[in-house]
């Protein structure tokens, strides 16, 4: 019998729709898989069986009632990122100040996925509150990457990541506040995609950076990533920042790409993304996938951003900033953690020492920056100054679109590092992200494709696709049609059965 | 404990000191939701119940803008004779307090949707006094907090914190003046008389219930004094919460005698925040800040800009009504009032419910007469503002259409007032329910006359003999007997009629 865990979304949709299996089954399958492996990985948080096993069995009495799937990826299994709310199922955030946190409403993105039939296996892990590139900065404790359990998975989003990586998941939601989709799906072989700002609705997303976060499909192949894309896209009247516009046709570019030419796609390569810092294993891999576009048919050019190399520090200005304010409600007054109420300290006496036992270290950090750079006197300098460079960052992207139609660079500078090599140096963990900012200071859409396995270290390398805003279609087109050329590669990932879960 | 305050006598404080006023008043707006969720905008309900994921500021939840909100805030600013802003945005400002959701505050900061205004105010004698106003922005209210324990009733002290969210998100504008310099002595009266004059304008608009004692219109007063011949402003103190134009009268009266005595004896005046103490007039101190409180504003970036088109601007311009001077300035001439009749009517609070009245169809010196003696001695008496008596212009032209067409005699109108007044309902209903309508079926009343004049056969005799002023001892009895409820002219002359006088 097929191992229901190896099979992509699309292949798993259509034998459930045909009714050659049930939902439940691949649901049991995927079940069976995170009791087997995730001891070993920890990319789930929470496993909701019981609610799992219910939204599989509502697809499978529609079916066998002779009805229509609710969408083409009705009955399949998904992993969502802890980050966004599930009415009555728990929602951390990664964080101890969460820990006992049930919503009492479903985020648009839940919802969206509960109408579509999609059934959600659980929660995933991630850094506290999206912060961070390695899921290190979990509350509760790392996920590991099923590559190499030594090394991270990439973050914040590693949970997401790693479940599809250890076939826990077909599917999977992330955020992407600076790359935390991208640089997860880089470093463990799979597919990521941060859609424009505004294409998919922030309500319930627990915000980070309100101006930056946007949830995105997470995927084993790029065709799986755009039928998730549809599912989860749209206008959201309860979402100001949701732009109401049609969905980019994802799946239909998807399917084009899927014929393997590119004839007439014009690529850029970003110039300042390459030479020092670049891992020369990572840099080889990218130029490889680039001479691949080229076989494809696409026209290739190299594009100078100028701007973009002030994109890390504008970042790191700009989201600590937000996250201060977002962050500020975590006060012990409505919900979540709650010390020393033991009739001895006043409420600002609680709000601060609750504050300070349930952050942890780098959400600390990030709080502080970003109450400085607010700071009266300091405002114009540093957050002032960010907001300028962001409009120079998403004029340097416009000028480029005039010339090509997507551009193309490495997604992290290297392949996954080991846990616990840049836990004590914040600069080192922050340059993962260098490659993935520029997108979402300006808001426009990239995708992270696997482009094979660095020489050197045998660790998966993702290729970065970029796009204008609203034109997410070309990174299915191009990011499909690449896929194809490169060939399979999950299936070279190191077997984690047997291990001690 | 309470500290001996010095106080300079009021005359000397004018002789020496020139008083700066700045003069920021909120109010709430009657939309039907709130300012950034569907919640009812209601005032009181039971604690909690008109909250949600928003107003709540739950992780996750997003605010949508108040069309009307929005609306009503371009109506004062243009009633206000503000330039309305083509394009404006909502900032954080960030501070911790319980009542909070957030711990900041949505509100706008250096981009107001309305600004450069005036207001032009009749102070007691006449004399107009035109005040400048430096802004008109939108913002959020907060929840209520109750303090238990302790003796002030605040936060500092208490045994513990009672929070109730349904005012939190209830749409406010903040009004806020430019400093008005020069007044001198009647300071204190300005201010009352711009507050008096805001609150009006806003009840004519029906943007707000401007209920003081409700705290849909509340006041904060900042004074400052500065010796007389310079021209630097000295340093400011801001009473909160001043709850009733009384008092924004006597607050700042207070702080001009408190601070000119702190200066007179070589002190500096603190920049704080101050109480205003209703029972004997007084401010007190409340908790100084070692630093100044920095609230961090930012950009709301939840919130997409509000860019109000021009033609919109105008079409509410259109929307705004007689504006109450303008009313006042019609009135006059209409009903040919002195300049002081026109005051009397000002200063009792009466001359726009008297337009008001005249509108609903009354006739002006009926509609004047019943506000400015029966009902100005029944606000009185029941120690509220004319303005807030339980009864409507449109319920006092009523009243005056029934004396009118006979249906009640001037007595009974007042019988009829009265039930309105207690909350028995409109006055058709009063008259039904008290069974108040005049007898005018003269059988009933010849047998009224006859019974009296049996009665008192040496009056009748008297009458007979021609001492016609004699009849009014009968016409007594019979409007006894009657219970008032008979027309006393039509008595007389069927007692005259009976008597063969």
């Not at chain 1, 079940?31 to 599989?56: K, P, Q, S, Y």
């Not at chain 1, 004839?263 to 996938?289: C, D, H, I, L, N």
């Not at chain 1, 290729?463 to 194809?484: F, H, K, S, T």
Request: proline share 5%; hydrophobic share 40%; charged share 25%.
């Amino acid at each position: 019998m097929t191992d229901l865990t190896r099979l992509t979304a699309s292949e798993l949709a259509a034998k459930i729709h045909k009714q050659e299996i049930t939902s439940v089954e691949a649901t049991k399958a995927h079940l069976d898989r995170i009791a087997e492996v995730d001891g070993a990985v920890n990319a789930f948080l929470h496993v909701d069986t019981e609610g799992a096993l219910a939204a599989a069995r509502k697809v499978d009495g529609d079916l066998a009632e002779g009805r229509e799937p609710v969408s083409p990826i009705a009955g399949v299994p998904l992993a969502l990122k802890d980050v966004l709310t599930t009415k009555g199922v728990p929602t951390t955030c990664g964080s101890k100040t969460l820990e006992n946190w049930l919503p009492p409403y479903d985020a648009t993105v839940t919802r969206r996925l509960r109408e579509a039939g999609v059934v959600i296996l659980g929660k995933t892990n991630m850094d506290e509150f999206a912060m961070g590139s390695s899921t290190e900065n979990s509350a509760y404790g790392p996920t590991r990457n099923p590559w190499d359990r030594e090394r991270i998975p990439g973050g914040s989003g590693g949970g997401s990541s790693a479940s599809l990586a250890a076939f826990e998941a077909p599917l999977a939601i992330g955020t992407d506040t600076g790359g935390s989709i991208r640089q997860p799906a880089a470093v463990t072989g799979t597919v990521g995609v941060k859609p424009t700002y505004g294409g998919v609705s922030r309500y319930g997303l627990v915000a980070f950076s309100s101006s930056l976060d946007q949830a995105g499909p997470c995927a084993r192949s790029v065709l799986d990533a755009a039928l998730l894309h549809e599912v989860i896209a749209g206008h959201d009247p309860m979402d100001s920042t949701s732009i109401d516009a049609p969905v980019p046709p994802v799946v239909t570019a998807a399917r084009a790409g899927l014929k393997g030419d590119l004839t007439g796609v014009k690529v850029g390569v970003v110039a300042e993304f390459s030479g020092e810092g670049y891992q020369p294993g990572v840099q080889r891999s990218f130029e490889a996938a680039v001479a691949q576009l080229k076989d494809l048919g696409a026209e290739v050019v190299e594009v100078s951003c100028p701007n973009f190399t002030y994109a890390l520090p504008a970042y790191y200005l700009i989201a600590p900033s937000e996250c201060s304010s977002n962050l500020a409600r975590f006060d012990a007054m409505r919900y979540g953690l709650r010390v020393a109420d033991d009739g001895t300290h006043s409420a600002e006496e609680v709000m601060s020492l609750t504050r300070e036992a349930g952050f942890g270290a780098e959400v600390k950090r990030r709080i502080m920056l970003g109450t400085y750079a607010l700071s009266s006197g300091y405002y114009d300098a540093y957050y002032g100054s960010a907001q300028k460079v962001r409009t120079l960052i998403t004029r340097d992207f416009s000028a480029a679109f005039e010339k090509v139609d997507v551009l193309v660079s490495p997604t992290t500078p290297t392949t996954a590092f080991k846990i616990g090599e840049r836990v004590d140096d914040p600069l080192a963990m922050y340059l993962a992200d260098l490659c993935t900012i520029p997108a979402n200071l300006a808001g426009n859409a990239a995708m992270s494709v696997p482009s094979g396995l660095s020489d050197e270290d045998g660790l998966p390398v993702g290729l970065q696709i970029m796009a204008p805003a609203l034109a997410d279609d070309r990174l299915y087109r191009v990011g499909a049609a690449y896929e194809v050329a490169r060939g399979p590669l999950l299936d070279r990932i190191p077997e984690l059965k047997g291990v001690s879960a | 404990m309470t500290a001996v305050v010095d106080l300079m006598d009021y005359a000397e404080v004018v002789e020496r000191y020139d008083p700066v006023l700045g003069l920021e008043v909120h109010v709430e707006l009657s939309t039907k939701t709130k300012m950034f969720c569907g919640c009812p905008n209601l005032f009181g309900g039971e604690p909690n119940t008109h909250v949600c994921p928003t107003c709540l500021g739950l992780p996750g939840a997003l605010p949508v803008v108040n069309g009307r909100a929005v609306e009503s805030a371009i109506r004062i600013g243009l009633a206000l004779n503000c330039e309305i802003a083509e394009w404006c945005r909502f900032a954080r400002k960030n501070y911790f307090y319980p009542d909070m959701p957030k711990n900041f505050q949505t509100s706008q900061y250096d981009e107001p949707i309305a600004f450069n205004g005036h207001l032009d105010v009749v102070l007691d004698d006449g004399e107009v006094v035109r005040v400048d106003i430096e802004r008109a922005h939108m913002e959020e209210d907060t929840g209520k907090s109750l303090h238990v324990g302790g003796a002030t009733g605040r936060i500092h002290g208490a045994e513990h914190s009672l929070l109730d969210y349904n005012r939190a998100g209830v749409p406010l504008i903040e009004i806020v003046t430019k400093p008005i310099v020069g007044m001198g002595e009647r300071a204190p009266e300005v201010a009352r008389a711009y507050v008096a004059a805001l609150r009006d304008l806003l009840r004519a608009m029906d943007v707000s219930d401007v209920r003081m004692d409700q705290g849909s219109l509340r006041c904060d007063a900042n004074v400052s004094l500065m010796p007389k011949g310079t021209s630097e402003f000295g340093t400011r103190t801001e009473t909160k919460n001043v709850n009733s134009l009384r008092s924004v009268e006597r607050a700042v009266r207070y702080e001009m005698t408190r601070q000119a005595a702190v200066l007179a004896s070589g002190g500096t005046v603190t920049q704080e925040t101050r109480h205003f103490q209703e029972a004997d007039g007084s401010t007190s101190a409340g908790r100084t800040k070692e630093t100044a409180e920095d609230y961090r504003y930012f950009p709301e970036p939840d919130l997409v800009p509000i860019a109000p088109s021009r033609e919109w601007v105008e079409e509410l311009r259109a929307t705004i009504p007689e504006l109450p001077w303008e009313r006042r300035k019609r009135i006059q001439a209409e009903w040919n009032l002195t300049d002081e009749e026109l005051r009397d009517l000002v200063n009792t609070g009466a001359a726009d419910l008297v337009a008001a009245t005249v509108d609903a169809g009354a006739e002006p010196g009926e509609a004047r007469s019943w506000w400015v003696q029966y009902l100005t001695q029944q606000a009185n008496t029941r120690d509220v503002e004319l303005a807030d008596l339980a009864i409507t212009p449109v319920h006092v032209a009523r009243v005056i259409e029934l004396v009118k067409s006979g249906e009640l005699t001037n007595k009974l109108a007042r019988e009829v007032v009265q039930g309105v007044l207690a909350g028995e309902g409109e006055p058709d209903e009063v008259v039904a329910n008290r069974g108040l309508k005049v007898v005018s079926d003269d059988s009933a009343l010849l047998t009224a006359v006859d019974e009296a004049l049996a009665a008192q056969p040496d009056v009748a005799e008297k009458i007979r003999g021609g001492k016609v002023q004699a009849a009014g001892a009968i016409v007594g009895a019979v409007m006894k007997a009657t219970k008032g409820q008979a027309d006393a002219k039509r008595v007389r002359e069927l007692i005259l009629e009976r008597v063969g006088a």
